[in-house]
């Protein structure tokens, strides 16, 4: 079992930025792909970003490309999106998630076993 808490989120102006943080429990961390969704009021949670167990490979939905960072320290079981140029559109609660190895497509939602509980995040204009 692995759980995770996200922690970073808040209330920030157009523009701005901010570094969610998710630490992990569980000591095989380090072999998990990690990632990042997200869910506005009234839509379906998406994926944002993934990153291999090595910290290698980093996958990004379009509507973040360029902007969100995502980065991994498995000598500290945490993974991190670092968010800038954030706009109202980013507006969401963010979820981490865990995805043991040949389990599935790193954008695919069900293909995550282990989710956080969520920090919300808020864009003003």
């Not at 980093?58 to 498995?74: E, L, M, P, Q, W």
């Not at 000598?75 to 980013?90: E, F, H, R």
């Amino acid at each position: 079992q692995v759980q995770l808490v996200e922690s970073g989120g808040g209330l920030v102006q157009v523009g701005g930025s901010l570094r969610l943080s998710c630490a992990a429990s569980a000591g095989t961390f380090s072999g998990f792909t990690m990632g990042w969704f997200r869910q506005a009021p009234g839509k379906e949670r998406e994926f944002v970003s993934a990153v291999s167990w090595s910290g290698d490979s980093k996958y990004y939905a379009d509507s973040v490309k360029g902007r969100f960072t995502i980065s991994r320290d498995n000598a500290k079981s945490t993974v991190y999106l670092q968010m800038s140029s954030l706009t109202p559109d980013d507006t969401a609660v963010y979820y981490c998630a865990a995805k043991a190895p040949y389990k599935g497509s790193y954008y695919v939602l069900a293909a995550y076993a282990y989710w956080g509980q969520g920090t919300q995040v808020t864009v003003s204009s």
